[in-house]
């Protein structure tokens, strides 16, 4: 087995095809930067590391097309972890599944648009992050916008679905505007440096198309121009024409003092930096936003999980060929720290995932006589700097007859059916031969999902309960989804 093939294969079948532009942006508006508000630069409190629920939204067309590899999203968090080690601020994958599969071809096209769409998909508890194909195109930024921060009214996150990795810094950069960071040279946006232009030495004193002071070296106006943090030097947008994280150019501010701007700062338009880095004062004004009125709601008492993951999980019996092609049974060596496996299959053409909190899967969807590359990391809420294990097998063609329902594993026995509409309850036996993780959901007659949770069917005979409270009357479907497959049964409510 070739590793670079797989590799390769993964990364092929990824929904986004990157277009190059002339310079890539942040569609971060100045007036939202504006509207950041001024905060003292003297740090409230900061006495351990705060963990900030992340809500990441991997938007999808109707079909479910253009979705980045899972593995992707795992990197993004890695990437955002590291680049926010010493503000004392960490994030986690926060809300069920980790993440919010949605599938609405209009935040996928335009969430500038559809902002309407967007706000029904938010969560209330976390910093949200739409990662879309498109962001918008700006009349005035002149690029490609990688990603943008709405401001304190709408306050989310979009990015381009193409830049989440662990090779660039849009998350970390859109995420400083998030906590009340300006752009190093907030001000330069619409008009970058030009000597031609401006002059060597700087021949004004306001940034141009705007009313922002030029920062001066002498730190004379640190507090009020540009981004009103004092430790990043001036930057008259140099990265926007910069070929990469270089900067030679000797230019003088308006009193003739030579500029040392600060390539590798995060709110910089420098790009491919090895490495980029937020001053103490960012820090600073970062950790106050955090404990502001307006971030209470990702203050939580939650503690995540962040044990760390050193060991790589081993395929136990892989087969190289499964004759089963509709049953096919992976199992790999479970590692200490991971309290989930993201689990992805490819063709070369299709992509699936799950996410298993056990160390196997029984995939019930694959075709007959093809190769198949699987890929296996492991993984919790917090840590995800992982590798991974990739493997391949074959299918073959032979159609196994167990699937869903007339589960020989377990039976479901509904106490009462009908169930009345004011029943507190709807509740059943489940009567089981083994233990094994579940998924309880409950659908509507049109197929809403209305209630879900995730169990431990054990040995033996067990009662549960799903609240029936706010139900309509009519026909709903019950299923207890697992490894082994979907048992269903209907439950009528009058
Ligand atoms: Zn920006």
């Not at 540009?226 to 501010?253: E, H, K, L, W």
């Not at 090895?274 to 009125?293: D, P, V």
């Not at 296996?376 to 167990?402: H, M, P, Q």
């Not at 069917?457 to 497959?485: D, K, Q, V």
Request: proline share 4%; charged share 15%.
């Amino acid at each position: 087995m070739n590793l670079k093939k797989i590799i390769l294969l993964f990364a092929l079948i990824q929904g986004s095809v990157v277009n190059s532009f002339s310079q890539d942006v942040c569609g971060t508006s100045l007036e939202t930067q504006e509207s950041l508000v001024s905060q003292p630069n003297v740090l409230r409190q900061r006495n351990s590391t705060v963990y900030v629920p992340l809500r990441m939204h991997m938007v999808a067309d109707n079909e479910g097309n253009g979705l980045p590899n899972i593995s992707k999203l795992l990197d993004q968090m890695t990437r955002l972890n590291q680049d926010y080690l010493g503000t004392g601020i960490q994030f986690y994958m926060a809300g069920n599944g980790f993440f919010n599969l949605i599938k609405d071809i209009n935040v996928y096209e335009d969430p500038s648009v559809n902002v309407q769409d967007i706000l029904g998909y938010k969560s209330s508890t976390a910093l949200n992050v739409f990662v879309t194909k498109n962001t918008y195109e700006s009349s005035n930024d002149g690029g490609r916008i990688l990603g943008y921060y709405t401001g304190l009214g709408a306050d989310h996150i979009v990015m381009l679905n193409s830049q989440l990795s662990n090779t660039n810094n849009t998350l970390s950069h859109e995420v400083g505007h998030f906590f009340n960071l300006r752009h190093t040279f907030f001000g330069w946006e619409r008009e970058p440096y030009s000597a031609a232009t401006h002059g060597n030495p700087l021949s004004i004193r306001i940034a141009p198309q705007s009313s922002i002071p030029v920062e001066l070296m002498d730190k004379s106006n640190c507090s009020t121009a540009a981004d009103q943090v004092c430790d990043t030097p001036p930057d008259f947008n140099f990265g926007f024409n910069a070929n990469g994280c270089n900067f030679t150019q000797q230019i003088r501010d308006p009193n003739n003092e030579l500029v040392v701007t600060q390539k590798e700062n995060q709110m910089s338009y420098f790009n491919n930096c090895a490495k980029y880095l937020f001053t103490e004062g960012q820090n600073t004004r970062m950790n106050n936003s955090l404990q502001s009125a307006s971030r209470s709601y990702i203050r939580l008492p939650y503690i995540p999980t962040t044990t760390p993951i050193t060991q790589l999980p081993s395929f136990i019996d892989l087969a190289a060929v499964v004759p089963t092609y509709n049953n096919v049974f992976i199992q790999w060596t479970p590692v200490e720290g991971a309290t989930n496996y993201l689990v992805e299959f490819t063709d070369g053409r299709s992509y699936r995932y799950a996410i298993q909190n056990g160390s196997s899967i029984r995939a019930r969807d694959l075709e007959a006589n093809k190769t198949y590359f699987v890929r296996v990391r492991a993984f919790n809420e917090y840590f995800t700097d992982t590798r991974t294990l990739f493997g391949t097998f074959k299918t073959g063609n032979i159609l196994s007859s167990v699937i869903n329902n007339e589960n020989d594993r377990f039976s479901i026995d509904l106490l009462g059916n009908p169930i009345n509409k004011q029943s507190e309850f709807i509740q059943f036996n489940i009567n089981s031969t083994m233990s094994f993780p579940a998924a309880l959901k409950l659908y509507d007659m049109n197929g809403r999902l209305i209630h879900i949770e995730s169990t431990n069917i054990e040995s033996g005979s067990s009662l549960f309960r799903i609240p029936a409270t706010n139900l309509n009357t009519g026909l709903h479907i019950l299923a207890i989804e697992s490894e082994y497959g979907i048992t269903t049964k209907k439950i009528l409510i009058n």
